[in-house]
């Protein structure tokens, strides 16, 4: 039997799915290699930082239901790199205890990522079938990037559908969610915005959510600064709107519901979120995530296992990567 170092596993994300997997075989000493086409880690875990400026521009908050994720959320905080979050809410779910990841909800992917063999940027064109049964990855311009015994695909599915063209189908015509698009305004203003809330559920015509970033824990050094998310709906209509329009909208949008003037802005952005959210119904435990031990495949992701509410889309893909992680390691144990 051979051991467990011997196989090899390339990680196709290096999001919360991915992570979670790459380090449970990396633990049971598997030899895992993980790549993302992004600069940073996290995927849409993500904060974006320019000058003095930081703002969650992805996930908000983490919401907890499941037992053994919020078993790992109390290891997070043990590590301090998740806080409760004591913020003002407005219309969030009563079952919801919001954490996030601190100092950025960046912090969260950077814990999960130390110790693991990690390229990044490199975005993953294709996998191919090698003669001797193993997979090869190839980049844009059709460099091998290593061949492996086993791939785990977590980008979304759209993507992960073009990566195994030919080869994977099933798992995509059966799955059930849709990947719905947000419009991410960020904002840092000179002075407060005259709120008594730090996080607020908005009705979605345009604005889903608003959120005072500073008002996070770990950041209340920083200047104000807001995130504002669109609603699906609205981002898909307008989602190859110009980022100017999209800034000068949501802000009008939120001064309608401040009823008031917003104050003087010192720095704005957006950024387009065409895979943010999966929606779709709830799946049986056992498919959360995908695997085919006779090819080597395995896919993962909150595509596969759609939360209830955004406010869960950590949580599933924690789900997803955990159980495409144990199935992996069981396989390698066993080959
Ligand atoms: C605007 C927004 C708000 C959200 N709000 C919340 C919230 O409040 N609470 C919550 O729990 N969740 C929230 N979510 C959802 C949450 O962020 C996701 O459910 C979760 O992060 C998904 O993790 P994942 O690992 O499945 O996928 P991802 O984080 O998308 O990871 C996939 C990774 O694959 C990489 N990749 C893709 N293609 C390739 C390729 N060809 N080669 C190499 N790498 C590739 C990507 O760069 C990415 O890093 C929100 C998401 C968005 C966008």
């Not at 080597?296 to 296992?305: E, F, S, T």
Request: net charge negative; proline share 7%; with cysteine.
């Amino acid at each position: 039997m051979p051991r467990l170092s011997e196989t090899s596993l390339a990680v196709i994300g290096s999001g919360i799915a991915g992570l979670t997997a790459a380090q449970i075989c990396h633990r049971a000493g598997m030899s895992v290699t993980v790549f993302d086409k992004g600069r940073g880690v996290g995927g849409r875990c993500a904060t974006r930082r320019r000058d003095d400026f930081a703002f969650d521009h992805g996930a908000q908050l983490i919401g907890a239901t499941d037992g053994d994720f919020k078993g790992v959320l109390r290891k997070w905080m043990i590590a301090t790199k998740a806080q409760r979050w004591k913020g003002q809410f407005s219309g969030l779910p009563a079952n919801i205890t919001p954490f996030v990841g601190a100092p950025s909800m960046s912090a969260l992917p950077k814990m999960l990522a130390e110790g693991l063999n990690l390229y990044l940027p490199v975005e993953i064109a294709s996998v191919v079938a090698e003669p001797d049964g193993q997979w090869g990855l190839l980049d844009g311009e059709g460099r091998v990037l290593g061949t492996y015994d086993a791939v785990l695909l977590t980008c979304p599915p759209e993507q992960a559908q073009r990566l195994t063209a030919g080869i994977l189908s099933e798992p995509f015509e059966q799955a059930t969610s849709t990947m719905r698009a947000v419009w991410t305004v960020m904002a840092a203003f000179q002075r407060p915005v005259k709120t008594g809330f730090d996080g607020i559920v908005m009705d979605g015509e345009p604005l889903a959510w608003a959120a005072r970033n500073n008002s996070k824990p770990q950041r209340d050094r920083a200047p104000e600064t807001w995130v504002f998310h669109a609603a699906s709906d609205i981002s898909e209509q307008f989602i190859d709107h110009p980022k100017e329009e999209v800034i000068s909208d949501l802000l009008a949008a939120f001064e309608h519901w401040l009823d008031a003037p917003l104050p003087q802005t010192i720095y704005t952005t957006a950024h387009r979120w065409r895979f943010a959210n999966a929606e779709g119904p709830a799946v049986a435990r056992d498919d959360v995530s995908f695997f085919d031990p006779g090819l080597g495949l395995a896919l993962a992701g909150d595509w596969l296992n759609p939360p209830h509410l955004p406010f869960f889309g950590i949580q599933s893909a924690w789900q997803s990567g955990h159980h495409a992680g144990q199935q992996l390691t069981q396989w390698a144990k066993a080959r």
